[in-house]
Structure formats: C-alpha cells, structure tokens
C-alpha cells in the first residue's frame, strides 16, 4: 500500500467532524412521540420492559442496550439522541473501515460522505430510536458478508456473521430484509445467514409471531404504499447530493489530473438497494409493513454505489459534500417551527387552569405531556380511541368522530385547549363541533403552517359563553 498524502490523512478527521457535527445538530429539539416511548419503556424493570414490548412490535435489543446507558446517564432527550449518534458514528466507521480495505482512502472517505449526506440518515441520526442501530447492523452485515466470501473455510467470520444477523432482527424486524440482498453474494453466506436467523427465532420468534397477529391498532398506521414510494424513498436518500452535484462536476472538470478512478462494486451495491426496496414494496400490497424510515437500511449500499463517482471530485469534493450534509442537519431543527412539544408545554403550564380541559390531536399527547406534569387539568386525546396503543391514531370513521366531537364539546369542564392539525380531517371535526357550542378566544395561543412531525400545527382555546380568556 502507497504511503498516504497529508490531504489523505486529513480525511478520517473530517469525516469524524461531521459525525461530531450531526450528532450535535439536534441534540436539545423537543422531544417526540416515538421518542417518549423510547424514554418511558426502557426505564422499566427487565420483566416490565420485555412484558411491554412483547405486547407491542418492537424486539428488545435496542431498548436492553437503552436501559443500560441510562444507568449512566439520565434519561433525557439529549442523552437519547446521543445514543443514536454513537450508532452512527460506528457504521461510519465499519463503513470506513470497508471501503479502504476494497479501495483505499480516497474510497472510504467518498462512502462515508455519501453516508453522511445521506437526508434519510441525518434524521435518524437525530432521533432517540432504533434506526441508527439498524443501519450499524447492516453495515456491520456486510462487512461480515465481505470476511467470509474472502475465507469461507473460516469459523470465525462466519460466526460474525450470524451474530450480527441475529442483532440486526433483534434490532429491528425490518432486517429480514438486508438477508436477500446478504445472500445474493455466494452460498457460502447461507448457513450463517440462516444460522442468525435461527437466533433470532429461539429468543423473539413466539413473540414476533404474536405480534403479526395482535390488535389491528399495532400496525394501523402502516399504510399500503403505491409504486411512487421508490421514487419518493430515493429523493429523500439522495437530494443533497443531488443538489450538491453541479459544484461537484464543477470540481471533477477542474481537477488539473485525471480523476482517480474508485471501484467498489457499483453494479453489486444497486442490485442489493433495490431488491431491499422491492422486497417490503412488493409485500405492502398484501399486508403493508413499508414506512420511510425504515430504508434506512439501503444507504450503506447507495454508498458503496456512488462513491465511485462523488470520488472522482477529489478531497474538496468529498469536504464539500460532508458540510452540506452538516449544514442540512443543522438547519433542520432550526426550520422545525415553534409547534412542538416543549412550547406547548410552557404553554399549558402558563395558562391552563385546574378544571379545564386539554385535547390532544393525533400523537401529541405524549411528548408534551413529558414536559408538563400538572395533574389538575382534564386530558384526553381525540379521538379518544388514540390513546389505546402507542403509535395508533385512533378511529376514522366520520360519523362516530362527529358523535363524539359533539359530546365532548357539550361536557368538557372549563375552557378547552386543543392540540390540532387542522390539515387532519379528526381535527377539523373537533374545531367545528366546539366552535358551534363554545366561544372561540382570539388569536389562538400557538400557531404554525404546518404539523410536521409534533402532529399539531394550532393551540386554540374554547370557553363556555360565560367564561373568561385566559
């Protein structure tokens, strides 16, 4: 191996500034539905945790390891999204580490970039759940995969290699579909595939399968997904570095040499991306498991693929391409909007009295609940049906949400605040009902263009005719 250049020893650093930098980016945001439920279940007892999610669809891996960082450090949002960016930073370096043993600095430097302005990747990286987990454990796979094609005869990285398969499905039961594209690479790979999986089946296959076969609340919010989602999947993957790739062809036409040329197995990398898509889009029109985040699984292999040519920029593109990523991880929570769970908090705290009664829209009701604690106050979420299981927004049929709209605005004590998106047809039934019984005060206490992901966009306020505003 060629002895490396100065520019080429730089290149690990900066990759891990912009780790630093995107697990820095979002670490104060108020926090989030899916994220209240991280926080609350892996605080439990060993024997309530494992009796939670085995109710639920969550295998237990990542809540275990959760519940014991929080034995070390409190159990906030901060230190939440600190273990997710720990995740992340070791994918980049199992990514790293893959890349320049197949190709080289220039080529570990080009995935990790990739990686690293991956849009998909930036918002897991900021979010207390299990996904940066579940892209370590499919990095981690194919590295794994890579060992034993190299030395099939060999016990050791095979035995890598189940351990990891059996992470992976313990993580996440989106991993089954890393397998197809892993066994896609040779025979040898089968038996420890298969090896993974049957760990996985001895310790969460009785609960895996008591899952498929729960309420229909677990899995409502899955919607069947039409074809369009590839496309959609592959915008949200890709448009930084599709925005970013004039200046980058600019930089390849004014490189004075011809651009050094980083092979890692392109045609290979797509084939295992789009059977990994495929797979869940194809099963979504039976029985929907496909939802957006979870893709987070083919953005080590769209790495591997483009790292070839973002390469071909030389170092100033690669350092390019990792600030945009910075710079886009930065900017999110800032463009986020003042509707989120800490300010209607403060909110409610400041104006809320015991005897009124605060409505919840969709998920909202939990994580503004972390923030405010005071228990004089009525609390409901509508429709009320929502509170049956984490993640279920609750009914849809018009008529009945009307009944109980109607009935709710007729016996609420005190004034009402709701939590509402008015982009959501619940909510604009709730609106209507209570601003046909009740008087509206103006203007309302919180007000955004749109939901986003705290699921409220308003904070209006409803007093009987004898009331008082707040």
């Keep these: 191996m060629k002895p490396l250049t100065k520019a080429e020893w730089a290149l690990p650093y900066l990759a891990a500034a912009s780790v630093t930098c995107v697990a820095l980016a979002g670490l104060r945001a108020p926090v989030l539905s899916d994220e209240v439920f991280s926080l609350e279940v892996s605080g439990q007892s060993w024997v309530s945790m494992m009796g939670a999610l085995r109710s639920d669809v969550h295998p237990p891996l990542y809540y275990s390891a959760l519940s014991g960082w929080f034995r070390l450090l409190p159990a906030n949002e901060a230190c939440l999204r600190v273990f997710s960016a720990m995740w992340l930073a070791l994918a980049v370096a199992i990514l790293w580490r893959l890349a320049r043993d197949r190709a080289g600095e220039l080529a570990a430097a080009a995935a990790v970039a990739v990686l690293l302005s991956n849009a998909e990747v930036l918002l897991m990286a900021g979010y207390g759940r299990m996904y940066t987990m579940l892209l370590c454990a499919t990095v981690a796979a194919i590295a794994a995969s890579d060992a034993v094609r190299r030395r099939p005869d060999a016990r050791g990285p095979a035995l890598g290699l189940a351990a990891i398969v059996a992470a992976g499905l313990l993580t996440h039961h989106w991993f089954i579909f890393v397998l197809p594209a892993l066994a896609a690479g040779g ?3 089968l038996l420890p595939l298969s090896a993974g999986g049957a760990i996985y089946g001895v310790l969460w296959g009785d609960a895996a399968m008591a899952q498929l076969a729960g309420r229909a609340q677990h899995l409502a919010w899955l ?8 496309f959609e999947v592959l915008v949200t993957h890709l448009w930084i570095l599709t925005a970013a790739s004039p200046l980058l062809l600019a930089l390849v036409a004014m490189r004075k040499r011809a651009a050094e040329r980083v092979e890692l197995g392109w045609k290979a990398a797509l084939g295992a991306a789009a059977l990994s898509l495929a797979l869940p889009l194809a099963i979504s029109q039976w029985k929907p498991v496909f939802n957006p985040r979870f893709t987070v699984i083919i953005a080590p292999w769209l790495a591997l693929a483009l790292a070839g040519l973002v390469a071909r920029a030389g170092r100033a593109g690669l350092g390019l391409l990792l600030a945009a990523g910075c710079g886009w991880a930065l900017l999110d929570p800032v463009i986020a909007g003042p509707c989120n769970s800490r300010t209607a908090a403060q909110i409610l705290a400041e104006k809320a009295r015991p005897g009124d009664t605060v409505v919840f829209a969709r998920l909202s009701r939990k994580p ?3 923030y405010w604690k005071d228990d004089g106050v009525r609390r409901t979420s ?9 993640g279920y927004e609750g009914k849809t049929d018009a008529a009945e949400l009307r009944r109980e709209a109607e009935r709710l605005a007729r016996e609420a004590p005190g004034r009402v605040f709701v939590l509402a998106d008015t982009a959501a047809e619940a909510s604009a039934i709730l609106l209507r009902a209570l601003g046909e019984s009740r008087r509206e005060t103006r203007p309302a206490c919180l007000e955004c263009a749109n939901a986003s992901k705290h699921y409220f966009n308003q904070l209006r306020v409803f007093e009987t005719t004898t009331g008082t505003q707040p």
């Design 382 to 390: 509508f429709p009320s049906s929502t509170d049956a299981h984490p």
């Design 223 to 230: 919607k069947r997904p039409g074809w369009e989602s590839l």
């Design 187 to 189: 025979v040898a790979l």
């Design 368 to 370: 503004v609940e972390w």
